[in-house]
């Protein structure tokens, strides 16, 4: 299974202790696709802690693989895995649907 994020949306304070836009909420996607390339996906939003802006890294000079660090980071261990979960579940299920709808005289 590979996994991707999708980390490119973010909300920002124009200001805040002396940094202008400063990161606060990351609007995130994680993806998942198997070898059958079968694909699930979740989305929601991160919040980002602003107490300290010590290693403050200006907006210009953030990488997408910098905001996922931190969305993983702010989620934590468990909290990630739940979200591979949940798409490995979509997966398992349009690989072997448990509901199939149909209609009748259609084949």
């Known amino acids: 299974m590979i ?3 999708n980390n490119k949306t973010v ?3 124009p200001a805040l202790e002396g940094n202008n836009d400063v990161i606060f909420k990351v ?3 994680l993806i998942g696709m198997d070898d ?3 694909v699930g996906s979740v989305y929601g939003t991160q919040l ?3 107490s300290n802006l010590s290693g403050f890294i200006s907006f ?3 990488t997408e693989e ?3 660090e931190w969305v ?3 989620m934590g261990g468990e909290e990630v895995q739940a979200k591979k979960n949940a798409i490995n579940a979509q997966i398992a299920e349009k690989a072997n649907p448990s509901v199939i709808t149909k209609q009748i005289g259609e084949e």
Request: glycine letters at 4%.
């Open 36 to 38: 059958n390339e079968n």
């Open 48 to 50: 980002l802690d602003t």
């Open 3 to 5: 996994y991707t994020w």
């Open 27 to 29: 609007h995130w996607g």
């Open 60 to 62: 210009a000079d953030i």
């Open 72 to 74: 993983e980071a702010a």
């Open 66 to 68: 910098q905001i996922n």
């Open 11 to 13: 909300d920002t304070y």
